[in-house]
């Protein structure tokens, strides 16, 4: 407060005096509405990706867990052999589908509980939160990047090509079973690819051309990550560079 009053006097004096106030000057205590703009959009952002995230990733998880008892207990009051064996294999996948939930790069998150705690009643706080909340919302977005990328696709497709070989060779059936178990659990792994959420990733770029000057680049951290995967069929080592 004593600050603004100072830099309100110092601009009345100067204006006084005839001299002309610097550009950058006279429009730094607007910047401050813009600070809490840009906070507020953030947090906005990360409230409902969050939400969304969540909704998708408890979503999933249910459906495999239940998918895997059913077939389970289906297994177990079943006596047909082949019957069986589909009920093994799928209780099997479902589960491993299940585990993928806790390995991807998509989780529920509660950064937008953790910006909340931050105060922003100075200009040096809002400064300061804004940095915190851009760097969560560009890695919000960035794990939606890694979530969908071509790597993804392919290694889902790679385990699911060997889920189908399982059923046509391993099991001793002819080429159209292990077709049919391939499709199936190909339809499954992209559903789950392609209701991953994206709310992040859009509102990272609109926020980069309203107030970065179109700086929207996503660029991959210059470390290697790593992520293992399982999905219907099998599981995955995936590295990012």
Known sequence: MNRTILKLAFSAMLIYFGFQIPQTFAQSEASDSILSERIQFIEKSLKQDEQKTRLWWNSWLIGYSAATVGQGVVYFVSNDKSFRQDMALGAATTLLGAAN??????????????LALLTSNSRDEKELKLQVAEELLKEHARCEKVARNWQAHALSTAVNVGSGVITWVGFKRNVWAGLGNFAINEVITEAQIWTQPLRAKRDYESYCRKYKSGDNSLSYKPTIDWYVGAYPGGASLKIVF
Do not use: A, G
């Open 101 to 114: 939930q806790f390995l991807s790069p998509l989780m529920p998150r509660k950064d937008y509980n953790r």
